[in-house]
């Protein structure tokens, strides 16, 4: 089952936009079993179009086309499309009702020109779009099918699971299996030991399809079940599941659509637990992931980035001392850090990180990278140690990602 | 002069990676005034690839090709394309010389199989890479130029501005003209508005291209002058940047690789101030870009993310009674804040912001994106007052920037 991807706009070709949908489209085709050959990008034009459409039918069956189906003139991509196949554009009074009431919903006044995204050619079959006004459509041509959709990511995304995918399969029934997929999101764990904490499963003998995609600071495995059967189909990817989580289980922070945040936010409220932090080095990024939660007033009370000592003293009570004797960037001063956010604010615990994001500040005791992340709870202080080796802001970022696995790790009850 | 772009890669094709080095060529090309009519991307396969180069090259007069330039088996991409020009493959000393020496560099052992990087098409000629072992090469087909460059974005980067674009000057004289262009970065001023500030210059008609790149939060205004003498380039260009300072100064916070942030530090550390923030909706976004930058403990001393009202009182001195009259969002509770913590802090400069980042809490006096924002100094405490009509994510991101660039405006005297 060969695919080939079509992206249509001067945007594209004159470098204005980065095409994203070329990689969604090739993705979702890629867990279907399906494989892309042919991804290609011309402007807004006739010639270049037709040219592009003949070329790319040569060589592949099914052919997803996306971009240009907007209602201002050099939106030209359906009567291209009409014009190649040799077919005349009908108006479908559905759409084009669809399409008005949804002007007069946005309270946006009708201009005629909109009606040019109710015309498809004769004969296509609608792709419903639920997200806006330009509907997708297919057209077969003897064996092959070419599907037509909008070039907004949000909207193309929608209709490539919902429209495009389920036109292929029943266009080509042979090549139609039963999939599914998680996505497993990880952190602190390298391909190499993912690989190696699996191999004793022989998952690819198995039929289960393994990818492995970093997503910085995360690291993605995703599992892909593809049967001619949903019942085998669903069993094998219950096993598969089964089997990652039992090996990779204390690395797995979220799943799917799920975010760290998200997930901490959702065990927090679930269990009446407040947090405050106290920030070093990450500069108020724990704060800011714990803050873009909604509804995270429930939870969060504050934030303090205590960048100079006074900070520490004032705002943490992490006396003068410790900070001489140990270091601003120390065990002990990430303890009392935590300890004394928590205390301060009032809230059940109390998350901490001091370290040296660089690109200077390192010491052959302390280099570069060197990061103390604290936990406060009314029972007991963690602490953990790590040694960063990116650059300033991914030192940031990392440091912020193992801080916020430390609160999850504690909420669900995996370190005490 | 038609220009088409390759990329090479069962993971472009597979969906795995996003393929961004053809919207950063296609950019780079059109500076140039050059067009850019084909972008396609296949896996790593002789059989794909040499079709794809026989379309492409019947289409165009130069092609760029990235990709498969490693030295692993499924890297074929020079041999795909000597094969395809009936070229055979000769080792180039200097290069491998070259390769050797970067690994000991390195310290890493070499093997046989990098050998493989330094083999070329015979009669190619050398894209010398500075940043990798990869160098890429560019072989004429008649009056035709095929170059060839890694796929890594920074290598891929630096060969196109570098290697690529002086090559085709040279191939087609009649298409290389002196091209100047800069990019201003905006805030707070939409499309349209650009628009009407620079309509009465006719940019256009002077030979002066303008584009405008929305990326969020920021507008990228770029100019861009091509001309056939240098001296012409220069004069406009310097003509198209002093209208775009004069029609859009206020808006413009940093020029081409400058950011806001960064530019913030300079200005402190050059005036020996020091600031601190005390931030609600932000939730530690404004803390965090101004710690983004090395050295930044020199000009800040702390950041507090007040959630709850009582770390307001505690952190911030904000009296509940203010609270309680005027609400947590309200011009009185942010000029309190910044006057708060720069009291606390002993900095020069406190910056707050206090607003309701959604997706909940709005109501018909302070609707959902309600956010004031004040600057306190020594001499006077300043005061906005924004609405912002996004996500939860991007009001958080909005309001960090206007934040930022209150503080911008005052260091460079704008408010007072």
């Known amino acids: 089952m ?6 249509i706009g001067n945007e594209i070709t004159g470098g204005r936009i980065q095409d994203t949908n070329s990689a969604m489209i090739a993705r979702a085709m890629h867990r279907q079993g399906w494989i892309v050959t042919r991804m290609m990008s011309v402007g807004d034009n006739y010639d270049d179009i037709h040219d592009a459409l003949a070329y790319l039918l040569s060589h592949v069956e099914a052919l997803i086309i996306t971009g240009g189906l907007g209602p201002t003139a050099d939106d030209i991509t359906t009567e291209a499309v009409a014009k190649a196949f040799g077919l005349e554009l009908l108006r479908d009074e559905a759409v084009l009702a ?15 020109n909109n009606a040019k995204q109710a015309l498809f050619p004769k004969g296509a079959k609608i792709i419903e779009n639920p997200l806006g006004t ?7 041509k003897g064996k092959k099918v070419v599907m037509v959709i909008p070039g907004v990511p949000r909207e193309a995304e929608k209709l490539t699971l919902d429209g495009v995918i389920p036109i292929i399969r029943e266009a080509f029934p042979d090549a139609a299996l039963h999939v599914k997929s998680r996505t497993f999101r ?3 764990i390298a391909e190499s030991a993912v690989d190696e904490a699996l191999s004793a499963d022989h998952l690819g003998e ?3 399809g393994v990818g492995f995609y970093p997503h910085f600071p995360e690291n993605h495995l995703v599992i892909t079940v593809r049967e001619a059967s949903e019942e085998k189909a669903q069993t094998l990817f219950a096993e598969a599941c089964k089997i990652v989580e039992m090996r990779l289980g204390r690395y ?7 975010s760290l945040a998200g997930n901490i936010a959702r065990l927090l409220i679930e269990r009446s637990l407040s947090v405050s932090t106290a920030e070093s080095c990450t500069g108020g990024l724990i704060a800011d992931s714990l803050t873009d939660i909604p509804g995270s007033s429930e939870y969060f009370e504050r934030g303090v980035v205590s960048y100079s000592n006074e900070a520490k003293k004032a705002l943490l009570n992490v006396p003068d001392n410790v900070i001489a004797e140990h270091g601003a960037v120390s065990e002990e001063t990430a303890r009392l850090m935590a300890e004394g956010i928590r205390e301060m604010s009032k809230t059940d615990l109390g998350l901490s990180v001091t370290g040296i994001a660089g690109p200077s500040g390192g010491s052959d005791e302390k280099p570069l990278g060197t990061t103390y992340i604290a936990l406060a709870a009314r029972e007991k202080t963690f602490c953990s140690h790590y040694t960063f080796r990116w650059n300033r802001r ?3 970022i990392a440091a912020s990602q193992a801080a916020l696995l430390m609160l999850w790790r504690y909420l669900k009850g995996e370190i005490e």
Chains 1, 2 share one sequence.
């Open 252 to 258: 797995i922070f979220a799943k799917d659509d799920e």
């Open 186 to 188: 990880l952190f602190g």
């Open 206 to 208: 198995r039929g289960i």
């Open 394 to 396: 991914w030192n940031k």
């Open 2 to 7: 060969n695919i080939g991807i079509l992206t």
């Open 134 to 140: 330009a509907a997708g459509f297919a057209v077969y």
């Open 98 to 112: 669809r399409i008005k009431d949804l002007f007069a919903k946005r309270g946006l006044p009708w201009t005629e």
